[in-house]
């Protein structure tokens, strides 16, 4: 029996990723310490491209993980791990990880691209307090801020919640205040 053959009855002829039954293609998991089907998975076209082109990451198709990342077969298990270590800055791919178990085998083989070590070099944003802030996050303006282009000045104190991170620039983070759409800088603000 071939590979191919072999992968599509393994995966019932389905993504091992997202369950997608539609152009599926073989996937040969980087760093693979075996090989033939232990090293490969069957995916779709669209999990293909996300992982070989981070910048065409769509983080909610990922969701599907949050089922995948349970699956019997390593390779499976270590795209998943890689995957949500990639997206760990969405907020919910960080609850899969805490839950994902990989055997002591697998977890090394998950590592052996370094999906996870991006952490020193990542962007933190980082409140006037030296708190680390997250998406989602609450904070308090501690300065009055003239909003340029709309008119108004953000009072001291003024609480601005569900904020969102500015994914390439460590200093800005945006939220709502006065029902306008605002670029704030972390230091002028404090985690609630």
Not at 45 to 61: F, G, M, R, S, Y
Not at 64 to 73: A, G, I, P, T
Not at 94 to 119: F, H, N, P, R, V
Not at 133 to 151: E, S
């Amino acid at each position: 029996m071939n590979l191919e053959k072999e992968l599509h009855k393994r995966s019932q002829s389905k993504c091992e990723l997202s369950s997608t039954t539609e152009n599926l293609h073989i996937y040969t998991v980087p760093k693979s310490p075996g090989t033939g089907l232990d090293a490969n998975i069957l995916i779709s076209a669209t999990c293909l491209e996300q992982i070989e082109n981070p910048e065409k990451v769509d983080p909610n198709h990922w969701r599907c993980l949050n089922d995948s990342m349970w699956s019997e077969v390593p390779a499976v298990q270590v795209v998943a791990w890689r995957m949500l270590n990639r997206l760990k800055n969405e907020g919910w791919p960080q609850d899969l990880l805490d839950m994902l178990y990989l055997d002591e085998d697998t977890l090394a083989w998950a590592k052996a691209t370094g999906e996870d070590q991006d952490e020193d070099n990542a962007i933190k944003h980082i409140d006037a307090n030296g708190a680390t802030l997250q998406a989602g996050d609450n904070v308090v303006l501690i300065k009055d801020l003239n909003v340029k282009g709309a008119n108004f000045t953000a009072k001291r104190g003024t609480a601005v919640r569900n904020i969102t991170l500015v994914h390439d620039n460590e200093e800005h983070i945006e939220g709502r205040v006065n029902g306008q759409h605002i670029v704030i800088l972390t230091k002028y603000v404090k985690k609630s």
